[in-house]
């Protein structure tokens, strides 16, 4: 098989509301190149107990963000293998059981 440089590509036309270069978007709803209108997605059961739960309780705090942007920007950001080993035991366990109801 041989593999070639991009130059010697066809250059691929754009999907339809597509604005390629121009760095828009195409418009909301239109599938994507090469994609059926009618593809369907579904989610397993994990995965829509980890969307309900993860919009429960999702929250931003800026300001943490921000301090931590700043440790890592300065070199004094800390990681604390034991806390994240913790956290991920944690929450896999929380998961196992929600999936197991």
């Not at 604005?19 to 059961?45: D, F, H, I, M, Y």
């Amino acid at each position: 098989m041989k593999i070639g440089s991009p130059a010697d590509k066809p250059p691929v036309a754009p999907a339809p509301g597509d604005r390629g270069a121009t760095g828009q978007t195409a418009k909301a709803g239109a599938a994507p190149s090469g994609a059926e209108a009618s593809a369907q997605v579904e989610l397993s059961n994990a995965a829509a107990s980890l969307m309900s739960t993860a919009g429960a309780s999702a929250e931003f705090d800026a300001e943490k963000v921000s301090r931590i942007s700043q440790a890592i920007a300065d070199g004094s950001f800390k990681v604390n293998p034991e806390a994240i080993a913790d956290k991920l035991i944690a929450n896999a366990q929380e998961l196992l059981t929600k999936a197991s109801h």
